[in-house]
C-alpha cells in the first residue's frame, strides 16, 4: 500500500513538475528565515559570551529557566502580560466582528466604502506615531480629553502615568489602530454565505438582528474561530511594540510585559542567554496554547484549524 502511493506521487510530481517548482521560493524563505534561526536556541542551555560565540560558550543546561522561574520581577511580568492578554481578547477580539457585520448591513455602496477607508487607516501608521497622537490627545498638561474633563468639573488623569488606568489606554489605543484592519477578514467571510439563505429568512418574516444571529454568525463560525485559536498562540506576546513606546518606569508594575522585559534586560544587561530562555519558554507556551485550543475545538465544535 505504502510503495503504492509512493509511485502515485512520484507520478504526480513528474506529471505537475512546474507547479511544484513554484513552491521552492517559499520552502526556502522558510527554512533561511524560519527554521536556521532555530540555532540560537542553544544559547539558552549556555552561559553566552559574545567574544567566544555561540560554540565556544560552555553550557550549563538548565541554569538560565531555573532563574526564570526563581526571579521575582518575572511573576509580575508574567502577572501583566496574561491581564493584557486577556483584556485585548475579551475587548478587542470581538470588535471587528460586530463592526463587520454592521459595514455588512450598508447599502449605500460609498458610505460604506469611505467608512472602510477610514477605520483602515490607522493600521497603516506605526506605533510611534500612534504613540504620539496619543500622548497628545491624554496629555494631563493640555491634553484635549482632561481640557474635557477640566470643563465638565471632573479632576484631569494622569494616563500615562497612573497604573490603574494604562492598561486602558494600551487596549483603547490597539483597538483604535487594528480593529479597522481586522475586519477584513471578516468581511471576506461573508462572501461565503448564500444570498438565498437571507432572501429565505425574510420570506419567513425574519428581522435583521435574526437574519444576523442565525445565518451571518454561524455562516462566519469557522473563520472566527480560526482567528481565535491563532489569537490564543500570541497570548504571551501582549503588544510589545506598543508597550515599548507608550509605557515608562512609573507603569512597569502593571504594563512590563515579557516582551519588554526580554528588551530591557537582552540589550540592557546584555544577558542574552536569560532573555533567551524567557523567549523560549514563551514559544512553548504559545505551541501549546495553540494545539490545546484546536484539540478543544475539534472536540466540542467538531472544528479546527487541522
Not at 512520484?10 to 506529471?15: A, M, W
Not at 477580539?93 to 466604502?113: C, S, T, W
Not at 500615562?160 to 471578516?186: C, H, P, Q
Not at 435583521?208 to 454561524?218: A, E, G, K, M, S
Request: charged residues 15%; positive net charge.
Amino acid at each position: 500500500m505504502g510503495r503504492g502511493n509512493s509511485r502515485g506521487l512520484g507520478r504526480e510530481l513528474r506529471r505537475e513538475w512546474d507547479l511544484y517548482m513554484l513552491l521552492v521560493p517559499g520552502i526556502l524563505c522558510i527554512l533561511l528565515f524560519r527554521y536556521t534561526p532555530m540555532y540560537g536556541i542553544i544559547i539558552a542551555f549556555k552561559d553566552f559570551n559574545i567574544f567566544d560565540g555561540m560554540a565556544a560558550s560552555p553550557w550549563v543546561g538548565l541554569k538560565h529557566f531555573h532563574k526564570l522561574f526563581t526571579y521575582p520581577d518575572f511573576l509580575q511580568v508574567f502577572k501583566n502580560t496574561i491581564i493584557i492578554s486577556f483584556m485585548k481578547i475579551g475587548f478587542l477580539f470581538p470588535l471587528p466582528i460586530v463592526v463587520a457585520i454592521l459595514l455588512n448591513e450598508l447599502k449605500n455602496m460609498i458610505f460604506k466604502r469611505t467608512i472602510q477607508t477610514v477605520i483602515y487607516l490607522p493600521h497603516f501608521l506605526s506605533w510611534v506615531i500612534v504613540s504620539g497622537l496619543f500622548i497628545d490627545i491624554l496629555s494631563s498638561n493640555g491634553g484635549l480629553v482632561n481640557k474635557a474633563l477640566e470643563a465638565m468639573g471632573f479632576t484631569p488623569i494622569s494616563f500615562f502615568m497612573d497604573n490603574d488606568v494604562f492598561r486602558g489606554v494600551l487596549v483603547t489605543s490597539a483597538g483604535w489602530k487594528e480593529t479597522g484592519w481586522s475586519t477584513i477578514v471578516y468581511l471576506a467571510a461573508f462572501s461565503t454565505i448564500d444570498p438565498q439563505l437571507y432572501e429565505a429568512a425574510r420570506m419567513d418574516g425574519a428581522g435583521r438582528l435574526r437574519q444576523v444571529w442565525h445565518i451571518t454568525l454561524p455562516g462566519i463560525a469557522p473563520t472566527i474561530l480560526l482567528m481565535f485559536i491563532l489569537r490564543l498562540g500570541s497570548i504571551l506576546e501582549a503588544g510589545t511594540e506598543q508597550i515599548l513606546v507608550m509605557y515608562n518606569p512609573t507603569v512597569y508594575k502593571t504594563a512590563d510585559v515579557i516582551g519588554s522585559y526580554v528588551y530591557r534586560m537582552g540589550l540592557g544587561n546584555q544577558d542574552y542567554s536569560f532573555t533567551t530562555a524567557v523567549g523560549l519558554f514563551e514559544s512553548a507556551i504559545a505551541f501549546v496554547l495553540v494545539i490545546s485550543g484546536n484539540a478543544l475545538a475539534r472536540k466540542y465544535l467538531d472544528r479546527g484549524i487541522w
